[in-house]
């Protein structure tokens, strides 16, 4: 299923692709993995870092783990291997 996410650097929506395949975790003192390997299937705000964010392509359990959003915002590491 497709779901919105915030990243908790902004900035980091010019490094993200669709297409890539990103792991997911909830940002701040103590991260927590939320899914590997998940599809991005689309970049918004680029150019605005207030309104921008990913849609990632997640199972339904991964998807559970997003309901109460990261007050911290989300981070993504872009897999090498695509």
């Not at 010019?14 to 997911?24: E, I, K, N, Q, S």
């Not at 849609?55 to 339904?60: D, E, G, I, K, S």
Request: proline letters at 11%; glycine letters at 10%; hydrophobic letters at 50%.
């Amino acid at each position: 299923m497709g779901v919105p996410l915030r990243l908790a650097e902004p900035a980091a929506l010019r490094l993200v692709r669709v297409g890539d395949r990103v792991d997911v975790f909830r940002a701040g003192a103590h991260p927590r993995p939320i899914a590997a390997a998940a599809l991005v299937l689309a970049v918004t705000g680029v150019d605005d870092p207030l309104t921008g964010g990913l849609l990632v392509a997640l199972t339904p359990e991964a998807a559970k783990e997003t309901i109460n959003p990261a007050p911290d915002g989300y981070a993504v590491v872009i897999r090498p291997d695509g």
